[in-house]
């Protein structure tokens, strides 16, 4: 069989399997039988349905959220779009934070700078008085 015999429709994607979708009654649903199942059980419910216990996890948050329901779906609500003021405030905010950690950056060097500074004046001082004694022995 050549590549010519193919149908066109087959491609490099084409053998991926399909993510799955589940309704929002099956993840209550799985999310109740995990609860409820002994702790040797809740494995093998995993495997039988094919699932992870990430999975569990997250339809559990999104159940205590009130995102997933049995009569609506288990989509979280769209976001609203924000509006121009509402982009340039957090365009600004995050502008701010990004200042404030590069002060706070400076002022740790500033600090650091400044103590080097003591120490190396310190020193030079020592230097000094060790210079003083020694030239006073000689003498």
């Known amino acids: 069989m050549t590549s010519h015999d193919l149908p066109p429709d087959d491609g490099p994607r084409a053998g991926r399997p399909k993510r799955r979708t589940f309704s929002a009654a099956y993840k209550l649903r799985m ?24 999975s569990i996890s997250s339809w559990r948050r999104q159940r205590d ?7 609506g779906s288990a989509r979280p609500t769209p976001r609203k779009e924000k509006s121009p003021e509402q982009a340039e405030l957090e ?5 701010k934070a990004r200042l404030e950690r590069q002060n706070a950056a400076m002022a740790r060097k500033i600090k650091q700078t ?13 230097l000094e008085t060790v210079s003083e004694s020694a030239d006073t022995e000689n003498s």
């Open 31 to 54: 999310v109740e039988e995990y609860d409820t199942a002994p702790t040797g059980d809740k494995g093998a419910l995993l495997r039988r349905e094919g699932l992870y216990e990430s």
């Open 65 to 71: 959220a009130g995102q997933l329901t049995s009569s």
């Open 114 to 126: 400044e103590a080097a500074l003591d120490i190396m004046g310190k020193g030079i001082a020592l």
């Open 91 to 95: 365009q600004l905010r995050k502008e």
